[in-house]
């Protein structure tokens, strides 16, 4: 699986909005699915993350830039009669 996702395309405001609909929801949930048909990324954004936001207006053309970071926590559970790998926490 590819560690990178991109998409690009020409939208307008109402299939726009179903997308950051779409983006909220998972929010809610706890669990974001993304994927291009090729790859596909299931997200699980922790409690706390950073969010930026930018706008820039140059030559006509406004660009608004929405972005998510958070740290991914392994989960990784292995159960093997009684053996059993859980990551620390802090």
């Known amino acids: 699986m ?7 395309s020409i939208e307008n405001c109402e299939s726009a909005v179903q997308y950051l609909k ?3 929801e998972g929010f809610e949930k706890g669990q974001l699915v993304l994927g291009n048909g090729k790859d596909q990324f299931l997200l699980e954004p922790s409690d706390r993350l950073k969010m930026k936001v930018k706008v820039k ?18 989960d990784i559970k292995v159960f093997n009669n009684d053996f059993q790998l859980i990551p620390e926490t802090a």
Not at 2 to 8: A, G, V
């Open 22 to 24: 779409a983006i909220g």
């Open 2 to 8: 590819s560690k990178e996702l991109k998409h690009e």
């Open 57 to 74: 207006r140059k030559n006509g053309k406004v660009k608004v830039s929405v972005k998510f970071i958070w740290n991914e926590e392994a």
